[in-house]
């Protein structure tokens, strides 16, 4: 249904002179960013050189990032520039200095996801281990910061409704086609539109503090041994 009147949860702010540049995907923790990285990813859109499977999190840049490492920061932007037109960088905690990220980026495009923040907190509990009213207080202050953001600069950036979108996988994909001048083939769209889903297991798999990895050495006279550690976490 394409009426004027009917809510599709996307909306477009901004005119951009030049779409060949970078994406930001933007959101909270748990908030739906892994979702709109993959799709991008599926229809072939560059991610970054250490942007793994299930959460498309490229840490080199992020890493450069968080350690005010300007140099590596820039290094880093001119190498993938020189290895696609078309790439993008997804980090929640970017949220935090998304200026610098503008700034690093030469004026990039933006998405911003906003999921209901229950729902956040509710993630975040089941996978983190937090408390749920801190964990929404959070999530809607990163949320106001965004608007900030928004409302602060002259951006050319596409706004997403979590819910709308897990809702209506089709239009959301074709949407990020659109916003991106992308030219993907009928396969990368039916692998984007079959990655737009709720709870995915992969990622709630990888993205848990709780997410161990061990090995049964042993079984015998009522004694047991092996080893187990936490993937994610120096923790005993």
Known sequence: MNSPLCNKGSVIIGDPA??????????????????????????GVFMGDE????????????????????????????????????????RPSSIDYLGKVGEALGGPLFIFIFKDILSIAQRNSISMLSEIVP????????YSDCLDFIEENDLCAMLISYDKAVAD???????LVQFYDLDPSEEQIQSAIEFVRPNPFDYLDASRITKAQGFLDGVENNKIWGWARFVHIRKP
């Open 18 to 43: 030049n779409k060949n540049k970078p994406i930001v995907v933007v959101g909270t923790a748990r908030g739906g960013t892994s979702m709109i990285a993959g799709a991008l990813a599926k229809l």
């Open 51 to 90: 942007s793994v499977h299930s959460v498309y999190e490229d840490v080199r840049l992020a890493r450069a990032f968080e350690s005010n490492n300007e140099d590596e920061v820039r290094a880093i932007v001119n190498d993938y520039n020189l290895k696609s037109t078309k790439w993008a960088w997804k």
């Open 135 to 142: 964990s929404m207080r959070s999530a809607l202050s990163q």
């Open 169 to 175: 996988p089709i239009f959301l994909v074709n949407s």
